[in-house]
């Protein structure tokens, strides 16, 4: 006997987060995570500034699809590295690079 159960189900309604859901100007919003912390869920994404610069957001919500996001940036390079417009590598700085 063989069936197919699968694991994750897209949401039909996706995407939950836009850039137009930001409170802030962003080009993109990518690569999110999603934790349920206590009995909210937490959400960590990318975004990318005009400038190209990438941020970090953060959202929160009740039930797992309708986020609020905070207003303003969770995280943002503390100063441009040299190393283009992103993140630095690990191996381009021995000091913390980012700052709330």
């Known amino acids: 006997m063989s069936f197919r159960?699968?694991?994750v189900t897209r949401y039909g309604h996706n995407p939950i987060l836009t850039?137009?859901?930001v409170p802030y100007?962003?080009?993109t919003v990518h690569n999110a995570a999603v934790i349920k912390a206590?009995?909210?869920y937490v959400m960590l994404f990318r975004s990318h500034l005009r400038s190209g610069?990438?941020?970090?957001?953060a959202a929160e919500s009740d039930d797992g699809f309708r986020f609020t996001?905070?207003?303003e940036p969770f995280m943002?390079?503390?100063t441009d590295t040299g190393c283009g417009l992103d993140w630095p590598s690990p191996t381009t700085s021995t000091a913390s690079s980012a700052s709330r």
């Open 19 to 21: 850039k137009h859901d």
């Open 69 to 71: 996001v905070r207003p």
């Open 38 to 40: 206590s009995h909210r």
């Open 53 to 57: 610069r990438s941020i970090l957001g």
């Open 5 to 7: 159960r699968e694991l």
């Open 25 to 27: 100007v962003v080009e």
């Open 76 to 78: 943002t390079p503390a």
